[in-house]
């Protein structure tokens, strides 16, 4: 078993090719754009980023059998797609803080955060055309439309207060599920996944991503706002049912739910009652529910790795290791 500070130690070597593909992409762009989106590439991709989303790329292409030493420059557009997302995200949220410092959109202006964005979306697309083909590029696609559908589906469930929690895995599937998923399976395609391969990778990844958003909803309410680099309750505040919020209204018991529903109908009462709807989700173990909830999810992931022969043990380990470690993240 691969135990996370010793994952690091394996991943860094792929880590430091990741960070070097992303240099040298920016660098070769430079000179035919503006200034200014290459100031804000900059300050965006340099700015504290893990590199989650290319590091599965690059191990799930490793997995297989024909690893491709450019799997290093197509694995550098998830993190392109990934951060036009925050970049959009945070203008949506009308945020002040991404990882521990001044979102784009506050340093740059709004206008610009969105360009920025769209740039990395139409780089992300034109750098899976050229290394990963036509059938990533379908994969790619069908993830980014995901992306946006799930927000739409999220954005409807905010006016929906007794969400199940099928309706919360719908607007999850979309929201982040397709695009781990994804990344999974197109790093394999890239290294010659066979179906029963590229079906495992996918499998994975949508569970993989399923895992992580709970967790980012549980740090929403439970982080420590110098590691996570933003304040706790945005979600409540912007009305999100995520899973512990919705798995408290589903167990609380009259009284308390018509107190739940008060807060979440009242703008005022969603930012003055944190410490109060907080509360609630832990007495009726929202937290420990949703916990829970994350690690079934990462413990199916790991299960659709067992298609791998053992000769690829090492690369199995290491993609069962990244599902520990984003399960156990502080931020």
């Known amino acids: ?14 880590i430091d090719r990741i960070e070097k593909a992303i240099r040298a992409d920016i660098d070769n762009l430079s000179g035919d754009l503006d200034k200014l989106l290459v100031e804000i590439l900059k300050y965006g991709l340099f700015g504290g980023g893990k590199r989650f989303r290319p590091l599965l790329a690059v191990v799930s292409s490793r997995l297989c059998e024909n690893f491709r030493e450019d799997i290093y420059e197509l694995a550098i557009a998830f993190e392109y797609l990934h951060l036009a997302t925050l970049f959009h995200d945070d203008v949506i949220d009308q945020a002040d803080t991404r990882r521990g410092r001044a979102a784009v959109c506050k340093v ?20 899976i055309g050229r290394h990963g083909g036509v059938d990533a590029l379908d994969i790619f696609c069908q993830a980014t439309r995901g992306m946006v559908d799930g927000e739409f589906i999220q954005l409807r469930n905010t006016q929906n207060y007794n969400q199940s929690e099928d309706d919360y895995f719908e607007a999850i599937n979309g929201k982040t599920a397709l695009l781990i998923s994804a990344t999974a399976e197109i790093g394999g395609l890239a290294g010659g996944a066979d179906a029963i391969e590229q079906k495992a990778l996918r499998e994975y990844g949508r569970n993989l991503g399923y ?3 709970i967790v980012d909803d549980l740090l929403d309410y439970l982080g420590d706002e110098l590691k996570t ?10 009305g999100k049912m995520t899973l512990p919020l919705i798995i408290a209204m589903e167990h609380a018991h009259k009284k308390d739910k018509e107190k739940l529903l008060h807060i979440l109908t ?12 907080y509360d609630l989700i832990s007495k009726y173990n929202g937290f420990g529910l949703a916990r829970k909830k994350a690690e079934q999810c ?11 022969p053992e000769k690829k043990q090492k690369d199995r380990e290491i993609l069962a290791g990244l599902a520990r470690y984003a399960l156990h993240r502080e931020k």
């Open 1 to 14: 078993m691969v135990e996370t500070p010793v994952l690091l130690d394996v991943v860094a070597p792929d």
């Open 108 to 127: 740059y202006g709004v206008s610009a955060a969105i360009l920025a964005g769209d740039f990395l979306h139409a780089r992300s697309m034109e750098i």
């Open 211 to 213: 895992g992580f958003q």
């Open 229 to 238: 680099g933003k304040a706790v309750g945005n979600d409540l505040a912007e």
């Open 266 to 277: 009242s703008s005022e009462e969603k930012v003055a009652s944190f410490s109060e709807v």
């Open 298 to 308: 990462m413990s199916k992931a790991i299960e659709a790795l067992a298609v791998f």
